[in-house]
T-cell receptor, first 113, second 116 residues
Framework: DGGITQSPKYLFRKEGQNVTLSCEQN?????MYWYRQDPGQGLRLIYY???????QKGDIAEGYSVSREKKESFPLTVTSAQKNPTAFYLC????????????FGSGTRLTVV | AQTVTQSQPEMSVQEAETVTLSCTYD???????LFWYKQPPSRQMILVIR??????QNATENRFSVNFQKAAKSFSLKISDSQLGDAAMYFC?????????????FGRGTQLTVWP
């Protein structure tokens, strides 16, 4: 079955360390997105990519980086520059234009210890 | 700026009753899509219903229906015959039609509790 896989489900990071969250889809979707979810804040866009080797900053890109070397994969790196990284991270994908909304992964809960 | 407002952080309903969740949005565009997503305790986001702004007829999916008022920029979700499994966070979202960017703008969510 087609879908989006995020891994790991839970991730713990020490302060000052970079950490990479994985997102893989086999839906043949062109567009992929990373959102951050905090209580009472809804979903805030970090980065998005419409095609391979191209991506754009969202509303809260500072302290994050991404790559899009393959259509299926859109990993997110949370760098040490991100001051408050503890959050729930959601990856999503859509057909070009997103007319039918997104398909979401199951999320990664990142905790800084 | 594109904004989506959900004015009810929390709502509750008795099982088998009907509840309406509110959503308003701000845009200068005339053609767009609107969505309601459900996020149960598992935190998996699930698309509940979709509305195309150029269609006047309100979308319906089984017990879920919307009241789309384009002039008022309002897009409320009605859940009929509420079930315990409807308990979740509900997000309203908006997307401009024709935009190559494809991004959705989300509200902050409404937490729905269903009482037995």
């Amino acid at each position: 079955d087609g879908g989006i896989t995020q891994s790991p489900k839970y991730l713990f990071r020490k302060e000052g360390q970079n950490v990479t969250l994985s997102c893989e889809q086999n839906l043949n979707h062109d567009a992929m997105y990373w959102y951050r979810q905090d209580p009472g804040q809804g979903l805030r866009l970090i980065y998005y990519s419409q095609i391979v080797n191209d991506f754009q900053k969202g509303d809260i890109a500072e302290g994050y980086s991404v790559s899009r070397e393959k259509k299926e994969s859109f990993p997110l790196t949370v760098t040490s520059a991100q001051k408050n990284p503890t959050a729930f991270y959601l990856c999503a994908s859509s057909i070009s234009g997103g007319h039918y909304g997104y398909t979401f992964g199951s999320g990664t809960r990142l905790t800084v210890v | 700026a594109q904004t989506v407002t959900q004015s009810q952080p929390e709502m509750s309903v008795q099982e088998a009753e009907t509840v309406t969740l509110s959503c308003t949005y701000d845009t200068s565009e005339s053609d767009y899509y609107l969505f309601w997503y459900k996020q149960p305790p598992s935190r998996q986001m699930i698309l509940v219903i979709r509305q195309e702004a150029y269609k006047q007829q309100n979308a319906t999916e089984n017990r879920f229906s919307v009241n789309f008022q384009k002039a008022a920029k309002s897009f409320s979700l009605k859940i009929s015959d509420s079930q315990l499994g409807d308990a979740a966070m509900y997000f309203c979202a908006y997307r401009i039609r024709g935009s190559t960017l494809g991004r959705l703008y989300f509200g902050r969510g409404t937490q729905l509790t269903v009482w037995p």
